[in-house]
């Protein structure tokens, strides 16, 4: 072997990868020209099985992406020499980014349902992502074989991809929650950053912020399809036939596509309910694949059925008012039964403006619910990814966790809405701390030091829906003190001094609380 062969060798793994990322780089480019458009009835339920592992996997490539950035960053600023390569880890950014990419093709094409603009932007987000990841690994390679030159074209190629990530993101959001899901509640200096219209500051009502009434409509002047039959729909069947989601191709947002239909024809025939497909799907068997609303959503109650099938019967008419049709008793007490135009507006702008005081308070704890992770990893989290409401376990602490670490948790006790301190050190000086936990609906005290003293603090929490005391010193007469709490649902009191005479009586107080005792 001379030395010239040593380089030229050295090489093969390079050009091998090379090679075949140009290939995935080319598949991934022409596969939209090659599938063509996707098919009218979608594509077998097979397909549909696999593409819905889509939100599940691009998770990976994100997660990924994000810590290739932060590991170079990380190196730029390092005074010491690079002992590791993030090849490993962009790899499998670019894999992982690959795999969710054909599995979001196939669930788009399984599923041609939803807003076709929005769906191929997404879609072809995804793929320019994917070809930029591909190609931003092909040249880390590159870049470790050459000690370093032209890293500065795989920073262009990694910041490029994270940009188009983030867009593509944005779009996947929109099509699952619905446009502007990530930027509603965006504060103004971010809005107009990304040239989006500035928000007005709103108040709850007049001019001195006190709430204005919604002024009760004469029912003789309500106009049926309006203050009807929109509100009906909007509940019950807006969520999947909307500007943004088109099952069947269906929109009923509006008045005059509601009455064109989808890819099933007419949705309504006026004069004909019986022959209304919106009213056939309706009138299904709940446990047919074609009854809608689908399972999972909340069905048309027989009120609402009535008013509609009367509506179509009546014209299905736009401007009809209640005064200009005529309608039996069954009509009538179908009406009966609605709730009036004025209390579902006030309804809808109560959980408008419930959804931004979440979301409020969510950013005012977020701060804290991140200082606390750092010194109880993966025990502090939100509820969800929406809620402000936070939970805290334990479970891995136990005996190491006392009422001085639960001290520290004060900044997001109010926030608290599930707490689990099972045979950890607390006592009744710690369970005074709960008081604040005005949110927290589930708690769980077992096999702690808790004695009657500590039940005081929890007589001051009235969302508490469930409390564990499994092994604790409470008695018959500490256990009384819990009748303060309306919405006590479930309470577990085996292996305590909670007799059955004791659970009797708290029993009289609390009826619809479920007590547990054990075995």
């Known amino acids: 072997m001379t030395e010239s062969d040593t380089p030229r060798r050295s090489l093969k793994g390079p050009v091998f990868l090379t090679l075949v990322g140009l290939i995935v780089f080319a598949a991934l480019a022409v596969l939209p020209f090659w599938a063509g458009p996707p098919p009218e009835e979608g594509l077998p339920d097979i397909a549909k099985f696999i593409g819905r592992f889509h939100p599940v996997v691009l998770h990976l490539p994100i997660g990924m992406l994000l810590l290739v950035?932060?590991?170079?960053?990380?190196?730029?600023?390092?005074?010491?020499?690079?002992?590791?390569?993030?090849?490993?880890?962009?790899?499998?950014?670019?894999?992982?980014?690959?795999?969710?990419?054909?599995?979001?093709?196939?669930?788009?094409?399984?599923?041609?349902?939803?807003?076709?603009?929005?769906?191929?932007?997404?879609?072809?987000?995804?793929?320019?992502?994917?070809?930029?990841?591909?190609?931003?690994f092909v040249v880390?390679?590159?870049?470790?074989?050459?000690?370093?030159?032209?890293?500065?074209?795989?920073?262009?190629?990694?910041?490029?991809?994270?940009?188009?990530?983030?867009?593509?993101?944005?779009?996947?959001?929109s099509l699952t929650h619905g446009k502007g899901y990530l930027t509603d509640y965006a504060p103004n200096g971010v809005r107009k950053l990304i040239g989006l219209p500035l928000k007005e500051e709103k108040k709850d009502g007049g001019a001195d912020g006190t709430k204005v009434a919604v002024a009760a409509k004469d029912p003789a002047e309500q106009v049926v399809y309006t203050?009807?039959?929109?509100?009906?729909?909007?509940?019950?069947?807006?969520?999947?036939?909307?500007?943004?989601?088109?099952?069947?191709?269906?929109?009923?947002?509006?008045?005059d596509l509601l009455v064109k239909g989808g890819k099933e024809g007419d949705g309504i025939v006026p004069g004909k309910s019986a022959d209304s497909n919106v009213i056939v799907r309706i009138d299904l068997p709940e446990d047919d694949d074609e009854h809608m609303p689908p399972e999972g959503k909340k069905d048309?109650?027989?009120?609402?059925?009535?008013?509609?099938?009367?509506?179509?019967?009546?014209?299905?008419?736009?401007?009809?008012?209640?005064?200009?049709?005529?309608?039996?008793?069954?009509?009538k007490e179908a009406?009966?039964?609605?709730?009036?135009?004025?209390?579902?507006?006030?309804?809808?702008?109560?959980?408008?403006?419930?959804?931004?005081?979440?979301?409020?308070?969510?950013?005012?704890?977020?701060?804290e619910?991140?200082?606390?992770?750092?010194?109880?990893?993966?025990?502090?989290?939100?509820?969800?990814?929406?809620?402000?409401?936070?939970?805290?376990?334990?479970?891995?602490?136990?005996?190491?966790?006392?009422?001085?670490?639960?001290?520290?948790?004060?900044p997001v006790l109010p926030a608290l809405v599930s707490l689990d301190l099972s045979s950890c050190t607390i006592t009744d000086k710690g369970a005074k701390l709960l008081e604040t936990a005005s949110e927290l609906r589930s708690l769980r005290l077992s096999e702690t030091g808790l004695t009657d003293a500590g039940l005081d603090a929890l007589t001051k929490l009235p969302k508490l829906e469930s409390l564990n005391l499994y092994g604790t010193q409470v008695t018959n007469q500490g256990i009384l003190k819990l009748a303060a709490?309306?919405?006590?649902?479930?309470?577990?009191?085996?292996?305590?001094?909670?007799?059955?005479?004791?659970?009797?009586?708290?029993?009289?107080?609390?009826?619809?609380?479920?007590?547990?005792?054990?075995?």
């Open 140 to 173: 880390k390679v590159w870049v470790d074989v050459a000690e370093g030159r032209g890293s500065w074209f795989f920073w262009l190629l990694l910041v490029a991809s994270s940009g188009v990530m983030g867009f593509a993101s944005h779009d996947g959001a």
């Open 335 to 367: 009406l009966g039964k609605l709730v009036p135009p004025e209390e579902l507006a006030a309804r809808k702008a109560a959980a408008e403006n419930e959804k931004k005081k979440s979301a409020e308070k969510r950013e005012s704890v977020k701060a």
């Open 369 to 410: 619910v991140e200082r606390l992770r750092k010194e109880f990893p993966a025990a502090l989290n939100f509820e969800s990814q929406s809620s402000s409401g936070v939970t805290f376990t334990a479970v891995s602490m136990r005996k190491e966790f006392g009422d001085d670490d639960l001290a520290k948790l004060a």
């Open 300 to 331: 048309l109650e027989a009120h609402e059925v009535v008013l509609v099938k009367w509506w179509i019967d009546k014209g299905a008419s736009k401007d009809a008012k209640l005064a200009d049709l005529e309608a039996d008793d069954a009509v």
């Open 227 to 255: 203050d009807v039959i929109a509100p009906i729909l909007e509940q019950k069947c807006y969520s999947c036939h909307n500007a943004d989601k088109q099952k069947g191709k269906y929109r009923m947002d509006e008045y």
């Open 485 to 519: 709490l309306p919405n006590l649902k479930k309470l577990y009191l085996w292996q305590t001094k909670v007799d059955a005479a004791g659970v009797d009586a708290l029993k009289a107080k609390l009826p619809g609380c479920e007590i547990i005792m054990g075995l």
């Open 69 to 136: 950035l932060a590991l170079e960053t990380g190196r730029l600023f390092s005074k010491r020499k690079p002992g590791s390569s993030t090849q490993v880890a962009m790899f499998f950014a670019a894999a992982s980014a690959v795999v969710a990419t054909l599995l979001g093709f196939v669930l788009y094409y399984s599923m041609p349902d939803y807003d076709k603009e929005l769906a191929e932007r997404h879609l072809n987000g995804g793929i320019i992502f994917a070809c930029g990841t591909v190609a931003a």
